[in-house]
């Protein structure tokens, strides 16, 4: 192999390494890039989460006076029975008493 055969077939081997180099990354680069469609669906998804997260915690927020309301509600109508039951149990005991006035009254 004379000098010359030597300097083409290292050009061809060169090549062939250039081009094989070349195509590799383009198929890296097809088939690794991200599409705009997929970023814009990506920021949509994230949008779309962020809104659900707000309402969830508006909703919970909603929840917690809710039951606090319905707590405060229930306690007053809790004091409100007790009351009603001490003044019903009173009125009894004033019946009974006044029936037993009534009765030694009628006796004598």
Same mark, same amino acid.
């Given at each position: 192999?004379?000098?010359?055969?030597?300097?083409?077939?290292?050009?061809?081997?060169?090549?062939?390494?250039?081009?094989?180099?070349?195509?590799?990354?383009?198929?890296?680069?097809?088939?690794?890039?991200?599409?705009?469609?997929?970023?814009?669906?990506? !920021?949509?998804?994230?949008?779309?989460?962020? &809104? =659900? #997260?707000?309402? @969830? /915690?508006?909703?919970? $927020?909603?929840?917690?006076?809710?039951?606090?309301?319905?707590?405060?509600?229930?306690?007053?109508?809790?004091?409100?029975?007790?009351?009603?039951? !001490?003044?019903?149990?009173?009125?009894?005991? &004033? =019946? #009974?008493?006044? @029936? /037993?006035?009534?009765? $030694?009254?009628?006796?004598?």
């Amino acid at each position: 192999m004379n000098r010359t055969e030597f300097i083409v077939a290292t050009a061809a081997i060169l090549f062939v390494s250039f081009c094989l180099g070349w195509f590799s990354h383009w198929l890296i680069h097809r088939f690794g890039k991200v599409r705009q469609t997929d970023v814009d669906e990506l !920021e949509r998804m994230g949008r779309e989460l962020h &809104e =659900a #997260e707000e309402t @969830r /915690d508006q909703a919970i $927020t909603y929840l917690q006076q809710r039951e606090a309301e319905l707590t405060n509600q229930l306690a007053q109508t809790e004091a409100e029975l007790s009351a009603a039951m !001490e003044g019903l149990r009173e009125a009894r005991a &004033e =019946a #009974e008493d006044l @029936r /037993d006035y009534i009765d $030694t009254q009628r006796a004598t």
